[in-house]
T-cell receptor, first 110, second 116 residues
Framework: GENVEQHPSTLSVQEGDSAVIKCTYS??????FPWYKQELGKRPQLIID?????GEKKDQRIAVTLNKTAKHFSLHITETQPEDSAVYFC?????????FGKGTSLLVTP | DSGVTQTPKHLITATGQRVTLRCSPR?????VYWYQQSLDQGLQFLIQ???????AKGNILERFSAQQFPDLHSELNLSSLELGDSALYFC???????????????FGPGTRLTVL
C-alpha cells in the first residue's frame, strides 16, 4: 500500500520565522495531497490541500508545493505565530483511502 | 465545528470487552471513514463506507468491524479488546466516494477509548 514519510518529526522555530515540513509518497497514482493541523486533544483540521494538476498553492501564510516527478510535497508556513504550534499531518490518497504521515510537532516560541 | 459528530467522547472498559463507537457524517456526505490514532502510530486508516457499502479497507483488525446504516450514520465495533486498542478513534466524512477525485475529509471530535 501507500507509504507516506514525513520529516521532521519535531520542529521548533522562533516567532516570525518560517517553518517547512516535507513529505514523500510511494504511490505514483496519488493525486490528492491534503495537510491537516491537529491541536492537542482536538480533531485534525484541513488547512490546505493540493491536487496533482498544480505545482503550488498558497493561502495567506501557508503554501504547499508538489513535485510529482520526485514524489514529494512540502508545507511552508511563513511569519509563524505561537498559535501555529500544533501537530501537522500530510496525507496522500491511494485508491479511495488517505494515508497519513506520522506527523510533525511544530513549536513556535515567542 | 466540522459538522461530524461522534459518541461517546470517552469510553473506559476492560480487556476482553466489546464496545460500539458511533459517527454521524455531515449533512449531505455519503462517505464515512474510520481512523485510529495512537501515540506511536499516527493516524491509521481503518475502513471506509460509501452510501452503505464498504469501499476501502486499511489496517483494520479482524476483531473490529463497521457498518453504515441507511441514514448514513456509521458504527465501529471493537471486540475482544486488548490494552493496545487504547487510542483515539476518529471518523471523517466526505461528499463523494474518494478515489481519483478525492474530496475533502472532515473529521469528527473523536472517541477516546481506554482499555484497562
Amino acid at each position: 500500500g501507500e507509504n507516506v514519510e514525513q520529516h521532521p518529526s519535531t520542529l521548533s522555530v522562533q516567532e516570525g520565522d518560517s517553518a517547512v515540513i516535507k513529505c514523500t509518497y510511494s504511490d505514483s497514482a496519488s493525486n490528492y495531497f491534503p495537510w491537516y493541523k491537529q491541536e492537542l486533544g482536538k480533531r485534525p483540521q484541513l488547512i490546505i490541500d493540493i491536487r496533482s494538476n498544480v505545482g503550488e498553492k498558497k493561502d495567506q501564510r501557508i503554501a504547499v508545493t508538489l513535485n510529482k516527478t520526485a514524489k514529494h510535497f512540502s508545507l511552508h508556513i511563513t511569519e509563524t505565530q505561537p498559535e501555529d504550534s500544533a501537530v501537522y499531518f500530510c496525507a496522500a490518497n491511494s485508491g479511495y483511502a488517505l494515508n497519513f504521515g506520522k506527523g510533525t510537532s511544530l513549536l513556535v516560541t515567542p | 465545528d466540522s459538522g461530524v459528530t461522534q459518541t461517546p467522547k470517552h469510553l473506559i472498559t476492560a480487556t476482553g470487552q466489546r464496545v460500539t463507537l458511533r459517527c454521524s457524517p455531515r449533512s449531505g456526505d455519503l462517505s464515512v471513514y474510520w481512523y485510529q490514532q495512537s501515540l506511536d502510530q499516527g493516524l491509521q486508516f481503518l475502513i471506509q463506507y460509501y452510501n452503505g457499502e464498504e469501499r476501502a479497507k486499511g489496517n483494520i483488525l479482524e476483531r473490529f468491524s463497521a457498518q453504515q446504516f441507511p441514514d448514513l450514520h456509521s458504527e465501529l465495533n471493537l471486540s475482544s479488546l486488548e490494552l493496545g486498542d487504547s487510542a483515539l478513534y476518529f471518523c471523517a466524512s466526505s461528499v463523494g466516494a474518494g478515489g481519483g477525485l478525492t474530496d475533502t475529509q472532515y473529521f469528527g471530535p473523536g472517541t477516546r477509548l481506554t482499555v484497562l
